[in-house]
């Protein structure tokens, strides 16, 4: 049975919403009777999202430009007169695995504009305007790369790393104005990407047996494992939980599984 919570009448925002996490995430908290503003940078992805869900509305969003960060949060308060959750689930990894040395000056910029400076583009919107109804929720999507450092991925892992650390920073800042800011750290989740990357090409095989090793669960996650972990973060119920990162890896990060 699925998880459900009240959230009549809360106006939420997700970001990266065309597809996915995000996709999982904003079709969730709309079941649960939030008004959903579903954005990404593709209008046509995220219209394609909304259809259908009701309450919902959708706007185009690149997080990395600052001024299109702040319009969208002051549009959807414009639209439907506030802004109660703000999902920041944006994000992008690099296929150029190389270490530090030879990691390019290119790819290092695009993730961090994405990752960490496009999640506090909107969170700063966002929290001004959450300040003055003395109310609000925002919601992080970091990784396991940002509590344990992967090989090779030293953008990703540095870009994560600082999405945990602002959680909390904000969540110290604005809990006296009413407001709860938590991340979310997925471990390996079967989206598109992960798929064609490890679990679509039988070539892949060898390479998702051996990430999967370190998983006590032994499988990768669902998109849906995530959502709901948002959707508890976002609930009324969970209204004395704020600057924690709630792991959601299958155990990736526990401890070590190998016999040695």
């Known amino acids: 049975m699925p998880m459900t919570v009240d959230l009549s009448g809360k106006i939420a925002l997700v970001t990266g919403a065309g597809r996915n996490i995000g996709r999982a995430i ?4 709309a079941a649960n009777g939030a008004t959903v503003v579903f954005t990404d ?11 259908g869900v009701p309450r919902a509305a ?5 997080v990395s430009d600052e001024a299109a960060a702040a319009r969208v949060v002051a549009d959807t308060i414009a639209r439907f007169g506030r802004i109660d959750i703000v999902v920041n689930n944006a994000g992008i990894n690099t296929a150029t695995r190389v270490p530090v040395d030879q990691f390019p000056r290119s790819e290092w910029d ?3 504009a994405i990752d960490l400076s496009g999640l506090f583009f909107v969170s700063r919107a966002a929290a001004g305007a959450m300040r003055r109804q003395k109310s609000g929720r925002i919601i992080n999507i970091t990784s396991v ?4 450092p992967l090989r090779l991925q030293c953008a990703f892992t540095a870009a994560k790393a600082g999405v945990v650390q602002l959680t909390k920073a904000m969540a ?3 809990g006296g104005d009413g407001i709860l800011v938590n ?3 997925p471990g390996s989740i079967l989206t598109d990407g992960t798929k064609q990357l490890f679990y679509g090409d039988p070539a892949a095989a060898e390479k998702a047996s051996r990430m999967l090793s ?5 499988r990768p996650g669902a998109c849906a494992d995530i959502a709901n972990a948002a959707l508890f973060l976002a609930a009324p119920e969970s209204g004395y939980v704020t600057g924690h990162v709630l792991t959601v890896d299958g155990g990736w990060t526990a401890g070590y599984t190998r016999d040695f």
Do not use: F
């Open 110 to 112: 695009r993730i961090l």
């Open 145 to 148: 790369a940002g509590l344990v």
């Open 26 to 29: 904003a079709e969730t908290l």
């Open 172 to 174: 110290i800042e604005l």
């Open 214 to 218: 370190h998983v006590p669960l032994g």
């Open 58 to 62: 959708a706007m185009a969003l690149d």
């Open 183 to 185: 991340a979310i750290a």
């Open 41 to 51: 940078l593709k209008l046509a992805d995220v219209e394609a999202a909304a259809q």
